[in-house]
């Protein structure tokens, strides 16, 4: 989301005010600055929940908003993104017998949830796509305003709080609310996420209109939680349903995978000229963490799969030359992070929810390697390995090898500086705004960022090795059914901020969209293209689409046909007509 204003979480003073406000000396280490910060952030996420909040005036029960902030941004909205992850570690903490006293404001969220999912939206309808609407007003009425839409990760994220929720209901004597209300919630989400997966929509910074590595990856682990609820209710439908579309899902998920930059690409399917580093991918790793997988669980992009380490090597390595406040910093010791290195929003910072996040990612893989007893080093992983010890070579080393013990104290220091550097750029008072300026480190954007909270405890839960409920990770192998990787070009002769799409009679095609179509490429100008992966051996139409200002026009009938063989891949060559 696009998330400044001050505001207060406790007492009557703004919780940020000037360039010299900073945390004290006492938290000059991360256990100090965790002992001070936790309960001031979990203030603020009370604070942002409606109706009793001090912040969240006029915000309807169970609703969460964005922050307090009304202009420059205004973000006194609710985001069913950002309620969701607030919501799940809410839901954690009290399930897991950290706070007892959350019950009431989770049956609350679960109320105002299953109320927006019943409004018409600028989506559409329940039935109509319009679950796939972002953002709506605090008082559950629909937000009516231009707006990047469909966001397809929503109903994923909801469902995964709601199942963590039913999972302890079920054990503890509420099983009627599950079948009653949160298991008919639960279809609602995820049978969209099962239809609309391969379609495009906008990713969680909700500006480019692709697909999303983080969208792919939360909306797997929904599935996978569905499917594996699913006989708990007596559902064998969806039991294998979700399980089927959970399969391709994991395959999909491999298709971000760039092996000559060696990171995942944040969006693909889309045309923004951007080189896909984004913290979009650190936040997926951390969202889709299981305690019970290993670092071989390379296929669910695991925190310390091979993979993940080297996108959090690459990812964190396009900050440091970046902002003014990264000088002086030595190449390997922690920086602060954006979202992503072409940034241009409030001018493009460094935000405390992406820097808590490179921290998390590391307390999840120190977890793994304590629980295993070793650290696995693959020529994928090894550049960011050398960070910490210079000969570090390809191979495993147990707990009780000088490379292991070098390895963890050192990715130990780079969490805890990333604490630091939130740290320091987090007022006395502890308010956590969207960003802080990457020249002076002063908060800026939105204030009292309720994702900003959320994101430090769980960044601290991870330090301490609180750890989420195990979702299906470990073991999981890719099986992709047979495809063809179709090229689709197009010769088409724009105006300046016109664009063409693609849409066509497949899922993988938007089953003819012309409000989520997939964007082509003007790389090759006045040649557009875009690459498309269809199963084998199946017949199916397309078209073209040109979008200039919301104005939608189709290629000329009759429509284009084609069949794909049984592999391979193919170019197919169009004109404008």
Known sequence: MLFSVFFKVLGATSLFSSASARLDARATTAPSYITSQSPISKAGI????GPSGSKSSGAASGVVIASPSTVNPNYLYTWIRDSSLVYKLLIDQFTQGQDSTLQASITAWVSSMKTIQQVTNPSGTVSTGGL??????????????????PQRDSPALRSISLLTYANWLESNGGS????????????????YVAANWNATGFDLWEEVNGSSFWTIAVQHKALRLGATFAPTIGDATRHSTYTTQAAGLLCFLQSFWSPTGAYMVANINQNNGRSGLDANTILASIATFDPSATCSDVASFQPCSDKALANHYAVVNSFRSLYTVNSGIASTAAVAIGRYPEDVYFNGNPWYLATFAAAE??????????KVGSIGITSISLPFFKQF???????????TTTQYTTIVAGVQTMADGFLLIDAKYTPTAGGLAEQFDKAT????SAADLTWSYAASLTAFARRNSTVPASWGAAGLTVTCPATVAVTFTVDATTVFGENIYLSGSLLQLTDWSSTSPIAMSAAAYPIWSVTVVLPANTAFQYKYIRINNGVVTWDSDPNYSYTTGASGSVTLSDTWR
């Open 46 to 49: 009370l604070a942002n929940i």
């Open 361 to 370: 990612q590391l307390y999840d893989a120190l977890y793994t390697w304590n």
């Open 389 to 399: 010890l210079s000969t570090a070579a390809v191979g495993t080393f147990a707990k």
């Open 441 to 444: 480190g002063v908060p800026t």
């Open 176 to 191: 009627s609310t599950v079948t009653g209300t949160i298991w008919p919630m639960v279809i609602l989400d995820l049978d």
């Open 132 to 149: 796939g609407e972002p953002k709506f007003n605090i008082d559950q009425s629909a937000f009516t305003g231009s707006w990047g839409r």
